[in-house]
Nanobody
Framework: QVQLVESGGGLVQAGGSLRLSCAAS????????MGWFRQAPGKEREFVAA???????TYVDSVKGRFTISRDNAKNTVYLQMNSLKPEDTAVYYC????????????????WGQGTQVTVSS
């Protein structure tokens, strides 16, 4: 069964931190590139970060130096550590499993979680 479940969202003040988690089924997670996306109201879904099975990562420029993606392959879980949060980071955050290699295009991802809300107050 395909399953991705995000957690860890919430309300935080600007400059604060949050850690998002995404628990996946083994079938969805094993060997796959995992990504985080976000979508703010009225905006398109935006790539945030992706990580390969071996741990190689890539980020959108706006979060470099502030966000860190990681994964625990034994736990079928991917994480997004978000530091120095800004109001413009406010969005619903989604994790996703890629069909192939790492890509910033959401069309390259087959499976999606239900999302978790992150709200950053100024």
């Amino acid at each position: 069964q395909v399953q991705l479940v995000e957690s860890g969202g919430g309300l935080v003040q600007a400059g604060g931190s949050l850690r998002l988690s995404c628990a996946a089924s083994k079938r969805t997670f094993s060997g796959k590139v995992m990504g985080w996306f976000r979508q703010a109201p009225g905006k398109e879904r935006e790539f945030v970060a992706a990580i390969s099975w071996s741990g190689g990562s890539t980020y959108v420029d706006s979060v470099k130096g502030r966000f860190t993606i990681s994964r625990d392959n034994a736990k079928n879980t991917v994480y997004l550590q978000m530091n120095s949060l800004k109001p413009e980071d406010t969005a619903v955050y989604y994790c996703a499993a890629a069909r192939g290699g790492a890509t910033m295009n959401p069309l390259g991802y087959d499976y999606w979680g239900q999302g978790t809300q992150v709200t950053v107050s100024s």
